[in-house]
């Protein structure tokens, strides 16, 4: 019997890589993405009954309702690549209340939406969830912080999740990718930054839109990262792909390590009084 994927942001970068790569191995996708044109090219393209496109906002009140019933019609559900979710940079006074929602509410909140209407049919498969991450889930920048914030949540969920789920045979991991060369650079809003600012934010900002073309990975390494982490036995919870991803994840761990011992004294001063 065929497995079948459930994808969400299912019609550009990433996911759009997964649900191609799903499709040649002869899986059903549930393709799940806001723009028609693009899901109809994915129709077109797909191979006779393999493909299920839905048009969907997943910040809408209704959109789980929408995937529970898709996901009972299609009759299984063996993956689920959470995978929607777009990118927010700028310093954090200058961030309003209504874009830090608006990040937060597709990025979290739709991404839970999404666990919650998939999750019955994954435990019946004993199923696989890869949630999609990036390398500032794991730290943040600086005009990272709403946008670091929203994938670190990510992040715990799914750590959580990996833990509540094991039992029913469920496997979770969360992919951490670092910078690749997709849409999302193009989508991303950016809040300009003001002067007091510019020392920080500006400059990252600005070194940033430097980075030559050969600093952005081929995305197609981290749709095959997902396609191989799905057909594991063990799957590891964390994946960071791309050799920039592994580096600034290590150096960052290895900080907030060295932080721990340096100030230990002062973290046990209580229980030394105390005693």
């Known amino acids: 019997m065929s497995s079948t994927w459930l994808v969400t942001g299912a019609t550009s970068g990433f996911g759009r890589l997964v649900t191609e790569r799903a499709l040649a191995q002869g899986a059903h996708v549930i393709a799940v993405g806001r723009r028609r044109g693009r899901l109809d090219e994915l129709l077109e393209s797909a191979p006779q009954g393999q493909l299920t496109a839905v048009e969907l906002d997943l910040t809408d009140a209704e959109a789980e309702t929408v995937l529970v019933d898709t996901v009972r019609a299609s009759g299984r559900l063996d993956v689920l690549v959470n995978n929607a979710g777009y990118g ?14 608006a990040i937060l509410d597709t990025n979290v909140l739709a991404n839970l939406a999404v666990l919650r209407a998939a999750l019955p049919a994954l435990r019946a498969a004993r199923g696989r ?7 500032i889930g794991q730290f943040a920048w600086p005009s990272s912080g709403l946008y670091a914030a929203s994938k670190g949540a990510v992040e715990l969920i799914s750590e959580a999740l990996a833990h509540e789920v094991k039992p029913a045979g469920v496997k979770v ?8 060369g997709t849409e999302f650079g193009a989508n991303l809003h950016v809040v300009p930054p003001t002067d ?21 990975g081929d995305p197609r390494a981290v749709a ?41 004294a002062l973290s046990l001063a209580g229980e030394v009084r105390s005693a």
């Open 88 to 101: 927010l940079f700028g310093a954090i006074e200058q961030i309003d209340a209504a874009e830090a929602r």
């Open 129 to 135: 969830v890869l949630q999609t991450s990036s390398l």
């Open 173 to 180: 991991t969360i992919i951490e990718p670092g910078t690749f």
């Open 196 to 216: 007091v600012y510019a020392p920080t934010v500006g400059k990252f900002l600005t070194d940033f839109s430097a980075l030559p073309a050969e600093a952005f």
């Open 224 to 264: 095959d990262a997902i396609m191989s982490v799905a057909c594991l036995d063990e799957p590891p919870l964390r994946l960071a792909v791309g050799a920039d991803a592994v580096q600034h994840i290590r150096a960052s761990l290895q900080s907030r390590l060295d932080e721990l011992n340096r100030w230990e």
